[in-house]
Structures are given as structure tokens and as C-alpha cells.
């Protein structure tokens, strides 16, 4: 309730200070103007996705649980973005080759974290690091080749499990 007086109080002085006249100034009706919306190339999304996949694998082998659902959460938050912003990619059905990558290994991996299985997560990790290159081959860009980690990432995050 204070904060929405506080708001109130903060509008009412910016309007104060417009200039006399423009307050009353009804607004003349814009006309329509086609949206404008950015649209990120599907390798903005992938180059997030690579973030992701690394930090999952510094979560998942300090079995930070946690963590590591959320960052396969946000891989699969980005996939779906993809499906509805990239459905296609030179003519091949992308939307529907995530959606069997969504339904098959991030779904293995999904249930080695809820397991808390590390041996799990490993072997599940390294079949979702396949289904990407499998699709990078698939839609000619198999020199773009992933692979699990081999060396710390991200000095500035920890990923030990904290509480
Ligand atoms: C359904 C297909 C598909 C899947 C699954 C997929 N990718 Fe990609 N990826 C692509 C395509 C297509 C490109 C090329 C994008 C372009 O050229 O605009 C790409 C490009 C990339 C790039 C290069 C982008 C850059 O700027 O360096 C990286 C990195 C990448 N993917 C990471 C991954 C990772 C990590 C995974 C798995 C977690 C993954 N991708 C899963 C289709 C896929």
C-alpha cells in the first residue's frame, strides 16, 4: 500500500513537471505501426544453449541437483522458444527435431537428476551431447561438434551445492 502511494506521489510529480499545456494535450491518435520485434538467429539461441550445457555438466558432476535442474530447465525453456521462433531451418522441420531431443534425451536427463544418480546423469549427459551433434549434422553443420567439459568453467559461479 505505501509503495503504491509512493508511486502515486512519484507520478503526480512528473506530471507536475511537464510543461503547462502538454497535460492537456490529448494525445493525437498514432497511427498503426507494424510491430517491430527483434528476433534472435538461431545461433544466439544455440550459443546459450552451449552456456547452458557446460554449466549443467558443473552442476550435475558436483551433483548440485538443484542447479542442475535449472539449468537443464532453461535448455529446455530455449529449445521451445526455438520452436516457436525458429520452426524451421532451411527447409528442415526444426521445431519438430527439438521436440524429439525435448522428449527423449533431455527427458533422460531429466530423471537422472530427479534420481540423484550420478552415474545416471553421466551416461545421460553424454546421449544428449550426441542428440546435439546428431542434429548438427543433420542440418549441415556437423563441424560445429560439442562435447562434455573438460575443464572448469565460469570462475566467477560457484557450483557446489549450497543451502
Ligand atoms: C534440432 C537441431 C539442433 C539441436 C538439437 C542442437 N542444435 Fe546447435 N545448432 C543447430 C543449427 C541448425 C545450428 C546452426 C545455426 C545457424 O547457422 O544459424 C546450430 C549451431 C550451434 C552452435 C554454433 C553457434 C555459434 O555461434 O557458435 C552451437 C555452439 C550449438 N549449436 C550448440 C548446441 C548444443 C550445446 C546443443 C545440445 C544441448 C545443440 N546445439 C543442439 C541445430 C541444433
Known amino acids: 500500500m505505501r509503495t503504491m502511494m509512493i508511486a502515486a506521489a512519484f507520478i503526480a510529480a512528473a506530471g507536475a513537471a511537464l510543461p503547462a499545456g502538454a497535460q492537456s494535450q490529448k494525445a493525437a491518435p498514432k497511427p498503426a ?37 535449472y539449468q537443464l530447465g532453461e535448455i529446455k525453456e530455449l529449445m521451445s522458444d526455438m520452436q516457436d521462433l525458429v520452426p524451421t531451418f532451411k527447409d528442415l522441420p526444426l521445431a519438430d527435431m527439438l521436440d524429439a531431443v525435448i522428449t527423449g534425451s533431455i527427458a533422460d536427463v531429466e530423471k537422472a537428476i530427479e534420481g540423484k544418480d550420478s552415474k545416471k546423469f553421466a551416461a545421460t549427459y553424454g546421449k544428449l551431447t550426441d542428440a546435439c551433434n546428431a542434429c548438427h549434422q543433420a542440418t549441415g553443420n556437423g563441424f560445429v561438434v560439442i562435447k562434455r567439459p573438460t575443464q572448469p568453467g565460469f570462475p566467477n559461479q560457484d557450483f557446489t551445492p549450497h543451502k
Open 33 to 69: 505501426e507494424p510491430i517491430k520485434s527483434y528476433i534472435p538467429g538461431l545461433e544466439q539461441f544455440m550459443g546459450v544453449i552451449q552456456n547452458e550445457h557446460a554449466k549443467l555438466w558443473y552442476a550435475g558432476s558436483k551433483r548440485n541437483w538443484e542447479l542442475a535442474a
